[in-house]
């Protein structure tokens, strides 16, 4: 697999003074209070803070899937408010990947099939996908499981392949919502490494949310969200 192509764009997301509100009732709730944060390409962050800290809600604006309320978001030098919504959707498609505390896989299909579906949704063949499909689950350690159900995998087995599927498009950035809030100690330090080395690999910005101060250790940079204000850690 080739190393991520960053179009000669250094940082993949930027995002400057950023706010988040949301009404409850009559109350407005600013969760985010004025964040700036670039990710760099190839870069590999960890944002640490307690639940409710709005951890969730500034991944989901710095993933376009949601608009911030005011301050800017740049996905590879587009700010994603200027965008209609299916140019964010494609904007999300070609530069992102996903990664979330449950796998979403989906469970009917085997682990070959969950990975190559971003592809074949793209419209590669059926050759391409399943040949990216394989090739990329190999990376991620398996190559014996490609035709499980993900019912019949690991818990930590079905994170790589959740990881394998969220990298197969060769995204410049992957964003993972507590990846191993779900899982022991010992398989989240190996799913750690895994995300480590395929960024070493293939040069993709890993933006990684954790509770887990030692697995966040692993990272370039960690960032703390304390009442939706972020610093260095
Ligand atoms: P974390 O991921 O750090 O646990 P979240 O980003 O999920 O925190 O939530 C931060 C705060 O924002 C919480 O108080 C939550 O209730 C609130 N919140 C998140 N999403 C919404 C929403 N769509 N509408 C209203 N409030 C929300
Ligand atoms: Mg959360």
Redesign the pocket.
Known sequence: MTETDNNGIDKVIACENLTKR???GKLD?E?LKGISLDISAGEKIAIV????????????ILGGLDLPTEGTVHVMGKNIAKLSDKERGDLRNQSLGFIYQFHHLLPEFTALENVAMPLLIRGSSTTEASSKASDILNKVGLSERLSHKPGQLSGGERQRAAIARALVTNPNAVLA?EPTGNLDHKTALQIFDLMQSLNQEMQTAFVI?THDMQLAEKMDKIYS?VDGRLSNY
């Open positions: 949301f009404k409850e709730v969760v803070g307690s639940s409710g800290s709005g951890k969730s809600t500034l991944l989901h919502d949310v969200l």
